[in-house]
């Protein structure tokens, strides 16, 4: 199978920053992510969450135990994870890098994912999270491993949006026509 | 048995280990634990109702050479149940979670949960894989599961059919303060790098 760059710099943008830990809810564009972990990163533990919000509770979790641990869910899983983060990480200081692949965003098929998508950036606005967007695939990598830094040195939890212009490629009849 | 003496026990069972962590659940648990012993490795919650397992599970992962107790509540593990299906798959052998059952949501006023209705926790960690359990109804068959759990094995799954206790003190700490405290007791520097390299 092909190595999306933007997954594959997702992938080591996060190993750069010394996260060993992915805990995750999975989606479409995140299972590039998932596998080249599972091919490339042997050093890297996933583990499933069954709700986006006990993934944060995992990763604060393993925060104690000295790990720096991604989180990566879809977006609309923020909302279910909104108590961990704001009860738990912020008023705690426990950092995890959040790794965000966005629905409802340029691209969207399904309405029901528009409301949050359009939500994201202003819910991580209130609640005092700082979000970064991967505006390329080539940037994927220096983005998360920024993203990463940032969180783990400030110790402040921060996320890292991937938007759909990046995840899902376009069908083929729009790249034969170009 | 009120939900004090049981922590209680719990803090005298674990003594013997050295400053092993305990994490608490918010409200009422986590008042108790405090009460009992406000010992460096608890790690006491004030909010995020429902994760006190998902801690311990990411802690037990993290540090495979610390045996983690968690001291959750019936309500606010029924408000995680999938927890039991994640420690059932990953079966972390450090990790000891003590649910205390009242039956109520204690810290809310004491309107009854599912367990006063039927609902047995100890049956649905089994059914999830997260064993060895136990029910224990007395301190006599409390203490004897801690003696089993501190050895053998997890991950275990105790629930502990407790009385209100009604606490009347809250630790005096805040958040970083807890977090700070805990992971000193554990030897555990924060892995940030500020004061770092740059």
Request: proline share 7%.
């Given at each position: 199978?092909?190595?999306?760059?933007?997954?594959?710099?997702?992938?080591?943008?996060?190993?750069?920053?010394?996260?060993?830990?992915?805990?995750?809810?999975?989606?479409?564009?995140?299972?590039?992510?998932?596998?080249?972990?599972?091919?490339?990163?042997?050093?890297?533990?996933?583990?499933v969450a069954t709700r986006e919000e006990e993934a944060f509770g995992i990763a604060a979790g393993m925060y104690l135990g000295g790990a720096r641990p991604t989180v990566m869910l879809q977006s609309s899983g923020l909302g279910n994870s909104l108590n961990a983060v704001t009860s738990l990480l912020?008023?705690?200081?426990?950092?995890?890098?959040?790794?965000?692949?966005?629905?409802?965003?340029?691209?969207?098929?399904?309405?029901?994912?528009?409301?949050?998508?359009?939500?994201?950036?202003?819910?991580?606005?209130?609640?005092?999270?700082?979000?970064?967007?991967?505006?390329?695939?080539?940037?994927?990598?220096?983005?998360?491993?920024?993203?990463?830094?940032?969180?783990?040195?400030?110790?402040?939890?921060?996320?890292?949006?991937?938007?759909?212009?990046?995840?899902?490629?376009?069908?083929?009849?729009?790249?034969?026509?170009? | 048995?009120?939900?004090?003496?049981?922590?209680?026990?719990?803090?005298?069972?674990?003594?013997?280990?050295?400053?092993?962590?305990?994490?608490?659940?918010?409200?009422?648990?986590?008042?108790?634990?405090?009460?009992?012993?406000?010992?460096?490795?608890?790690?006491?919650?004030?909010?995020?109702?429902?994760?006190?397992?998902?801690?311990?599970?990411?802690?037990?992962?993290?540090?495979?050479?610390?045996?983690?107790?968690?001291?959750?509540?019936?309500?606010?593990?029924?408000?995680?149940?999938?927890?039991?299906?994640?420690?059932?798959?990953?079966?972390?052998?450090?990790?000891?979670?003590?649910?205390?059952?009242?039956?109520?949501?204690?810290?809310?006023?004491?309107?009854?949960?599912?367990?006063?209705?039927?609902?047995?926790?100890?049956?649905?960690?089994?059914?999830?894989?997260?064993?060895?359990?136990?029910?224990?109804?007395?301190?006599?068959a409390l203490d004897a599961a801690l003696a089993r759990a501190i050895v053998e094995p997890g991950p275990w799954v105790i629930v502990a059919k407790v009385s209100e206790s009604t606490p009347s003190a809250k630790p005096p700490l805040?958040?970083?303060?807890?977090?700070?405290?805990?992971?000193?007791?554990?030897?555990?520097?924060?892995?940030?790098?500020?004061?770092?390299?740059?």
């Amino acid at each position: 199978m092909t190595q999306p760059e933007w997954a594959a710099g997702v992938c080591a943008g996060l190993h750069a920053a010394g996260s060993r830990h992915v805990v995750y809810v999975p989606d479409n564009p995140l299972s590039h992510v998932l596998r080249i972990l599972r091919e490339r990163y042997p050093d890297v533990r996933t583990t499933v969450a069954t709700r986006e919000e006990e993934a944060f509770g995992i990763a604060a979790g393993m925060y104690l135990g000295g790990a720096r641990p991604t989180v990566m869910l879809q977006s609309s899983g923020l909302g279910n994870s909104l108590n961990a983060v704001t009860s738990l990480l912020v008023p705690y200081r426990i950092p995890v890098l959040t790794v965000i692949s966005m629905r409802g965003d340029t691209g969207e098929w399904n309405e029901a994912q528009v409301p949050m998508g359009r939500a994201v950036r202003a819910i991580c606005d209130a609640i005092g999270i700082p979000h970064v967007t991967v505006e390329t695939a080539a940037s994927a990598a220096e983005t998360v491993r920024l993203a990463a830094q940032t969180a783990f040195g400030t110790r402040t939890t921060g996320a890292c949006l991937l938007p759909r212009r990046i995840t899902v490629p376009p069908p083929p009849h729009a790249s034969a026509r170009a | 048995m009120t939900r004090l003496d049981a922590t209680r026990r719990v803090v005298a069972a674990l003594e013997r280990l050295g400053n092993v962590p305990i994490v608490a659940s918010l409200g009422h648990p986590t008042y108790d634990l405090y009460t009992a012993s406000d010992r460096s490795a608890n790690f006491y919650t004030w909010g995020s109702m429902g994760l006190a397992s998902s801690i311990g599970l990411g802690l037990a992962m993290a540090r495979p050479d610390l045996r983690v107790f968690v001291l959750d509540g019936d309500g606010s593990l029924l408000m995680n149940l999938g927890s039991l299906a994640t420690i059932g798959w990953t079966r972390p052998q450090n990790l000891v979670v003590i649910v205390w059952d009242n039956q109520e949501y204690g810290t809310t006023g004491g309107q009854q949960t599912a367990t006063a209705h039927g609902t047995d926790l100890e049956a649905a960690a089994k059914a999830v894989g997260a064993a060895p359990t136990a029910t224990v109804k007395s301190p006599d068959a409390l203490d004897a599961a801690l003696a089993r759990a501190i050895v053998e094995p997890g991950p275990w799954v105790i629930v502990a059919k407790v009385s209100e206790s009604t606490p009347s003190a809250k630790p005096p700490l805040d958040c970083v303060a807890i977090k700070q405290r805990f992971m000193a007791a554990i030897g555990q520097t924060e892995p940030g790098t500020i004061g770092g390299s740059q």
